[in-house]
């Protein structure tokens, strides 16, 4: 189980107000609520966040998904497409430090909670918001999701095999990437406003993330005429640096610069540093797929283990390619407690991912899976003011 420390996570104290839905918005709330940050989740009671039900599998009817995304999070159900509800979320804005989004842009601007009220009625707010194409241009407007932005960023053009339709992932990482982009973003804004006194709108675009994330992509067309194209399990002219297929699965090698080629070679068995094709970054680069089909000869003679063994002992970088079986059985994960084991109510011992980045004096932790629909919504308008009698007469009309 994690060891939940006494010290004080570094965001303790901040409040947030998170009205982002799937992944996008809410990755960036589970970011800041790891670090201590208290995240209240709004969402509508006829129609909350489909994270609640999402993911092809599913445990006794639960969503394995939920859990992780919403994790520290309180839940308040707000309609916000009625004045009364807006009401009660500027009272919330009125004193949290982060109103994270991530609706089509100008949703909030219709329903009159936009950054312009907030900041009048809280000049320190910091806004977050997260969308396909960004707040400002002419696409703007357009519907926006992870996939979408991945392709208009670039990054769906380089997946897959060269000869094959662009794949994808396995994962949102449009998403969690811009998740990641607008915490950031928030942390910056957070820190400006210790000099400045005021807040400030986060404008983070899902495509404009995934290009961050090009690396040299845009200059190598502009300036000298190339464009990547997809490559498989390679990086063109980066070699060795692949996967190899051994007698029982699977490793990935790294050992492109000369150094490190050339124990790769030696324990190998092979004169390959010595020979012209292989001997410098360049030629390796040319040959590469000669090189490669080499050393799968090789790894193919061995197991798994045997290959890791002998790359550990020459110091020759290598890892096994996991599977989240591999991953829970894993030495290494366990000790920095990469994964974690926190309580679930209706599961029991639930593993997700630990906290990251490592703190040393002020770490982050996970203290609850995702809550239930509405499960804080009492104790939140009680902190406001509102009776059980008013929020009777809340929930009878359909506000909370």
């Known amino acids: 189980m994690q060891d939940m420390t006494n010290q004080t996570p570094p965001l303790s104290g901040l409040r947030v107000i998170e009205l982002g839905q799937l992944i996008a918005g809410p990755f960036c709330g589970q970011l800041l609520g790891d670090f201590g940050a208290e995240i209240i989740k709004v969402e509508a009671r006829d129609a909350p966040d489909p994270a609640r039900n999402w993911g092809a599998v599913k445990k006794d009817g639960e969503s394995l998904f939920w859990p992780i995304i919403a994790r520290n999070k309180k839940s308040l159900t707000l309609n916000l497409r009625t004045e009364k509800g807006q009401a009660i979320l500027k009272e919330l804005a009125a004193n949290a430090d982060v109103l994270i989004e991530n609706f089509r842009p100008g949703t909030l601007e219709r329903w009159n909670i ?19 194409y960004g707040q400002t241009g002419p696409e703007s407007a357009k519907a926006g999701y992870a996939s979408v932005g991945e392709a208009k960023g670039g990054l769906r053009h380089l997946i897959g095999e060269p000869d094959r339709l662009p794949a994808r992932a396995g994962v949102s990482l449009g998403d969690t990437m811009t998740g990641t982009f607008a915490a950031l973003g928030t942390m910056m804004a957070l820190f400006a406003r210790e000099k400045s006194g005021r807040g400030q709108v986060v404008d983070a675009a899902i495509y404009e993330t995934v290009m961050a994330f090009m690396e040299s992509l845009i200059p190598e067309y502009a300036l000298a005429g190339h464009t990547r194209e997809r490559t498989g399990p390679i990086l063109p002219r980066v070699a060795p640096s692949g996967v190899y297929p051994c007698s029982d699965g699977l490793v990935i090698i790294g050992a492109n610069q000369d150094s490190l080629f050339r124990r790769l070679s030696a324990m190998c068995g092979a004169g390959w540093a010595d020979d012209p094709r292989y001997a410098t970054h360049d030629a390796r680069g040319e040959n590469q797929l000669e090189l490669d089909g080499l050393i799968s000869d090789w790894t193919r003679q061995h197991t798994t ?80 003011g509102y009776d059980a009698g008013k929020q009777d007469s809340l929930r009878q009309e359909g506000i909370i």
């Open 114 to 132: 936009g950054p312009e009220v907030l900041h009048a009625i809280n000049p320190r707010l910091v806004i977050a918001r997260i969308s396909g």
């Open 305 to 384: 283990a045997q290959v890791l063994a002998l790359c550990e002992e020459n110091s020759v970088p290598c890892g096994p390619v996991n599977t989240a079986k591999d991953m829970l059985a894993d030495a290494h994960i366990k000790a920095r407690e990469a994964i974690i084991r926190i309580a679930h109510p209706v599961l029991g011992d639930f593993p997700m991912q630990g906290v990251v980045p490592k703190l040393s004096a002020t770490p982050g932790n996970v203290r609850e899976t995702g809550p239930a629909l509405g499960e804080d919504t009492a104790d939140i308008l009680d902190g406001l």
